[in-house]
């Protein structure tokens, strides 16, 4: 099994009421990447300029994340954003953002990840989406999108949405995107679009799964310490997919596989949130995502008592 996922590359610098880091490693494709190798082979693909060393590629081999679909643009600059958050920390403020050497990538994929038979389509530009959804023989892709594509190339982006099996966007993103202010009018209006499953991202009150079988909610894990959540969408997204490849079963996967996905997905962007950046996540054990597992299981657990009356 193994798992492509194409998306940015890039440093980031962060600003919370916790602390602030600078130019450090992040994007969307690295963020699914660490997030999904717990489970499974990972292959990332993305562009990155002379700035990113040989200590950046260390952070990503150590997980075992095949690189070599990573684009190295001579005398070009990785893609950098600079952003802060508020106490509301559902929320992130753009500060700045240079594409550099993303302003003009064109995917391309190897054998090894065109073969892949799941696919991770990162927040990139929707025609770029489907480039790569025509490169690849996934048999299972998943998309992740924003408010900007939706707006500003809202047909193209449809058009992708139509070529994917899951998409997976935040709850507001579903609303704006289908005009329905219901979100489960919402989810549903988007499968009639092409996908079977949706995802709705609820940041930290957790996600919602919605298939032709119903849905699922699982609630988000109530911390004690969150200092940084970007990156935190990416990680479910790499935790969802990740269990998903690992169980997989030739011609689709059950609903008690998707749930389980969507408590990974919990468990991975609980993690990424506890400190800035790819600290906590490119640190963790195999124990501690166990623990944290249960620590879901117990959070959303009750035995039906009879009323006495």
């Known amino acids: 099994m193994a798992l492509t996922v194409v998306g940015s590359i890039a440093f980031d610098s962060v600003r919370t009421p916790f602390g602030e880091r600078e130019r450090m490693l992040g994007g969307s494709a690295v963020h699914f990447a660490l997030a999904a190798s717990f489970f499974t082979d990972v292959l990332i693909v993305g ?136 979100l489960v009018h919402a989810a549903r209006a988007t499968m009639e679009l092409g996908p079977e499953v949706v995802v709705a991202k609820r940041g930290e009150y957790g996600a919602v799964l919605f298939t032709d079988d119903g849905s699922f909610a699982i609630p988000g894990l109530l911390l004690e310490d969150v200092r940084d959540p970007t990156g935190a969408g990416d990680s479910f997204a790499g935790g969802f997919l990740g269990y998903l490849d690992a169980v997989r079963i030739a011609g689709g996967h059950d609903d008690r596989a998707l749930r389980q996905a969507m408590a990974y997905g919990s468990v991975m962007a609980s993690f990424n949130v506890e400190d800035f950046g790819t600290e906590r996540v490119s640190s963790l054990t195999e124990a501690e995502i166990a623990d944290r597992l249960s620590a879901f299981k117990r959070l959303t657990h009750f035995e039906e008592a009879p009323i006495v009356r």
Not at 166 to 179: G, H, K, Q, S
């Open 47 to 182: 562009p990155v300029g002379d700035d990113f060393g040989a200590e950046h590629l260390a952070v990503l081999s150590a997980h075992g994340i095949a690189t070599d679909d990573i684009e190295h643009v001579a005398r070009g600059k990785t893609f950098f954003w600079r952003g802060h958050y508020e106490h509301d920390m559902n929320f992130a403020h753009t500060d700045e953002t240079q594409l550099n050497v993303f302003a003009e990538f064109e995917p391309k994929l190897s054998r090894r990840s065109r073969e892949s038979q799941m696919l991770f389509l990162g927040n990139i530009q929707p025609e770029l989406q489907r480039d790569v959804r025509r490169q690849s023989s996934a048999s299972f892709a998943a998309l992740d999108s924003m408010n900007l594509w939706i707006e500003t190339t809202r047909e193209s982006l449809i058009v992708a949405i139509g070529e994917i099996e899951c998409l997976m966007l935040n709850d507001a993103e579903l609303r704006m995107l289908t005009e329905q202010p219901n």
